[in-house]
Structures are given as C-alpha cells and as structure tokens.
C-alpha cells in the first residue's frame, strides 16, 4: 500500500503534537511495509531537526498559504501532483487535501467549537471549512479519544466513519545518569513539578502558577517548551517564587525532566488526547490532570477541576506527601504507558486504510 501523508505542519513556528503523532505514526506505518510518501507545501529548506521526517517529503508547488488556500476553495492541486500515483491519502490536520483517492482523516480536536475565544477569526474560519470537508469528503476520520469522538458525532459526522486510535509513546526510559544530567544542565532544583506544552490559553498554565503559589509542599515547578500565542504570563512568573522556564527541550532531555520529576501537573482546559501526560506516564512520573477531558481516559495520578487552582493544589499537596501513593501511581503509569505505543497506533491506523484499500 503507498500512502500519502500531510506533514506540512512540521513546517510550523510550533509544530506541536500534531507534528510529533503524525511523524511517529508514519514511521511506525513504514515498520509495517506500508510506503508512506510525506507531502507539503514549497520550503527551501527542511524543517527543524526535532521534526525532521524519516519518510520521503514530495512537496507541491505552492508555498503554505496558498496551498491551504486552494485547497480550501478550489480543492487543487491534488496530492499526486508531487507524490505520483497512492492507494490513499491521509490528512493529518484539518487542511484538508482534495479527496483525489480514498481519504482519511484525522481531527485531533474541535476546540475551536466549544471555545472560539482561544482562536483567531482567521484560524476559526479554517477549521469550519476543515470540518465542513471532513463531513462531505473525508471517506473515514481517525480521533484520538472518545471524547474527540463525541465532539466529531454532535458537529454532524457519521458514527461509522469515526474510528478511535489512540496516540502511542515511545519507550525510552531516562536512566539515573539522564537525570542527573538534565539537573547540572538546566539548574534544576532537587524536588520539582514538572509542566511541558506550548504556552497558549487553553493550556491553563496561568491557573498552575495560581495553584503553585498556594502549595504547602517545599518543592519547586519547572516549566517546559516554547511560548505559543495569548499568553503574557510575565507579570505572574515574577510573582511566583521557584518557578524555572526553560523554553524549548530537546525530546531526550524532556524525557530525563519528566523522569526525574515529583510529579506532572497539566491542568488543560480542553485536549484532543493530551500526550503530555503519557509521555509523563512512559517515565513513571504520575499526573494531576483534568477531570472531564480527554486525558482522564488514559490518565493515572489525579484528576481535578482545571478551573478550581484551589482543587489543583490540594491535588498536588496530597501526592506530594504521600511517598508510598507516589510509587504505587509510578508503577501503575508505567505498566499503562507500556500497553500505548506507536506501533499499536499504526496497526490500528492501517486496519482503517485497509477498510478502504483491501
């Protein structure tokens, strides 16, 4: 089977997870003898290293703008046009390719429908027209949670077009010498809560660092990845004490960070799967997370109000002295991030191609 996967988003100022599950879906795709051709838009030069694709990239004649343009409104040029001839194309984002073979889908999340306020007017319009193609095009639609699921079914998407796939973690365990490492390298102080992610508002840091300043426990919060977009959290950090921000973490000392961490706090208003959290999870490191989203499908640690910081501190407080929990929650973590992997993503992704491409 000869697949053409959109990658363009690994083009992205903040590529984020959409780049990171599609790359390691298409990897795990190509361990299964599938031939995944990535396809985007005119760059003069690769992305960066961290979202560099190890399948072949055709690229299509118009730079990013424009193409999403085109397809959006005259749904051309199709996908062939720089990869030749595939049994199928796989849209991993809501720009969304004409549908010039059998189509799959995948919508990550529809968060721009329950809260527009986090979104442009431009980025709001985009994803109607992703939607509105999904419903009329897309032959099948890959989600990474029920929750997702739910959102797809209530906006007009048919149920038996709408497959369940679970995102997957990498294995590697960070090991004793890896924490010590990433400790001397980003001064980071002995106990710590960790938090990763792209700062932008539905994130909900500003209500962690709200959490954080009423945290009875000696233990500092270490603060991970790039800024995004809508977040001046500038004046709140000044005002919170033992708060680290390290900016953007290559993926193997971001692994060592979240094995050497207490705990991971990811209080996000609204996820389309959260793989923060079972990244956290894959190196033992339990999770205060939120209740009534996406990640309590998965998660093993707490779940709490995201909206209530109070509720999010005793979470914290509670974890933090209770040692013997904290082992029994790493364990649990462990054992349940080993039964999420990439591979087991990519057999279920190829059972949906194969309902259409036999």
């Avoid at 790359?23 to 795990?28: S, Y």
């Avoid at 040692?323 to 349940?336: C, D, I, T, V, Y």
């Amino acid at each position: 089977m000869r697949v053409a996967m959109t990658l363009e988003q690994c083009w992205e100022e903040v590529p984020g997870g959409t780049a990171a599950s599609a790359l390691a879906t298409a990897r795990a795709l190509t361990a299964l003898s599938v031939e995944v051709v990535g396809v985007s838009a005119r760059h003069p030069r690769p992305p960066a290293t961290p979202y560099l694709p190890t399948v072949p990239v055709a690229q299509l004649p118009l730079p990013r703008l424009a193409l999403y343009e085109s397809w959006q409104r005259w749904r051309r040029p199709p996908v062939q046009r720089a990869t030749g001839p595939v049994d199928l194309v796989h849209g991993t984002t809501m720009a969304v390719p004409p549908r010039s073979a059998p189509l799959v889908l995948t919508v990550h999340d529809l968060a721009f429908l329950s809260d527009p306020s986090h979104f442009t007017r431009r980025g709001i319009g985009f994803f109607r027209r992703g939607l509105e193609l999904a419903r009329s095009e897309a032959d099948l639609v890959l989600v990474p949670s029920e929750a997702v699921r739910s959102d797809c079914l209530a906006a007009g998407l048919a149920p038996e077009r709408v497959h369940v796939v679970p995102h997957g973690v990498h294995s590697r365990r960070a090991g004793a010498e890896d924490i010590q490492r990433v400790r001397e390298k980003y001064a980071v102080p002995g106990r710590y809560i960790l938090w990763t992610g792209t700062r932008e508002p539905r994130k909900n840091l500003d209500g962690l660092l709200r959490a954080f300043g009423r945290l009875q426990a000696d233990v500092d919060l270490v603060v991970v990845g790039p800024e995004g977009w809508g977040e001046d959290l500038g004046a709140l950090l000044d005002r919170t004490p033992r708060v680290r921000v390290t900016g953007f973490v290559p993926d193997v000392d971001r692994d060592a960070l979240y094995a050497g961490a207490e705990l991971f706090a990811f209080p996000s208003l609204r996820e389309g799967f959260g793989l923060p959290v079972l990244e956290a999870m894959a190196q033992g490191t339990p999770a205060v997370t939120s209740a009534g989203t996406a990640m309590a499908e998965f998660a093993v640690g707490a779940l709490v109000d995201p909206t209530d910081p109070q509720a999010l501190a005793d979470a914290l407080d509670d974890l933090l002295g209770d040692e013997s929990r904290r082992r029994q929650l790493s364990a649990q973590a462990r054992e349940r991030a080993a039964g999420m992997t990439w591979e087991k993503a990519a057999t279920s992704t190829l059972a949906v191609y194969r309902t259409l491409v036999p």
